[in-house]
């Protein structure tokens, strides 16, 4: 059982290149987050998926675009980087159960866009 | 809108000694509240989490956070420091049920003289 896994674990981008941040789990959540970390911050939500096929705008979404097309993925993808985006991005998951529900988090993807 | 302020960015205590850390949340409706810590390079992982069955949470580790409605705080502390303790730790609002958007404090760094 590996619970939440990312992939890559660090990148290096030029300004306009794309790419995509893969996350993973087998855990069978239903609910799965991209997050951003900010030096002096913390956490912040990009996007959002309550299940498979549905995704949703979180708190700074912008520049940003995902994608649920299976349950155990989620997708996020810079489709043109900037600078302003380099960060550290978690991903999490969470299941319907056990109010308030804790949610899992990956070991993050660390992307520097020159 | 819900918020949440960690009063200390940075507190450093000796090993064996007692620890404190401070977070005041802000929140329109009935809270759920929790504490996740993140260790250098790692991913956040739950300490605990406020389920307003009992005032007094007690976590992993020998951590334990008790809620005060009145003062709008959930403070985090343990008797005894460890030096294992060394790490960031974020305190986090909730309220929405279903797919929880967690909001995160600033964090507080800990550090651990031997």
């Known amino acids: 059982n590996a619970g939440v896994t990312q992939t890559p674990k660090f990148r290096v981008l030029k300004t306009g290149q794309s790419m995509t941040l893969l996350c993973a789990q087998d855990?069978?959540?239903?609910?799965m987050y991209w997050y951003r970390q900010d030096p002096g911050m913390g956490l912040r939500l990009i996007h959002y998926s309550v299940g498979e096929g549905t995704t949703a705008k979180g708190e700074v979404p912008d520049g940003y675009n995902v994608s649920r097309l299976k349950k155990q993925n989620f997708l996020l993808g810079l489709e043109s980087a900037a600078p302003s985006q380099t960060s550290v991005y978690f991903c999490a998951s969470s299941n319907l159960m056990g109010l308030p529900e804790t949610q899992y988090f990956g070991p993050g993807t660390r992307l520097l866009v020159l | 809108a819900q918020s949440v302020t960690q009063l200390d960015s940075h507190v450093s205590v000796s090993e064996g000694t007692p620890v404190l850390l401070r977070c005041n949340y802000s929140s329109s409706y009935s809270p759920s509240l929790f504490w996740y810590v993140q260790h250098p390079n790692k991913g956040l992982q739950l300490l605990l989490k406020?389920?307003?069955?009992?005032?007094l949470v007690k976590g992993i580790n020998g951590f334990e956070a008790e809620f005060k409605k009145s003062e709008t705080s959930f403070h985090l502390t343990k008797p005894s420091a460890h030096m294992s303790d060394a790490a960031e730790y974020f305190c986090?609002?909730?309220?929405?049920?279903?797919?929880?958007?967690?909001?995160f404090g600033q964090g507080t760094r800990l550090t651990i003289n031997p």
């Open positions: 986090v609002v909730s309220e929405v049920q279903g797919a929880q958007k967690l909001v």
């Open positions: 406020y389920t307003s069955a009992a005032t």
């Open positions: 855990m069978n959540h239903e609910y």
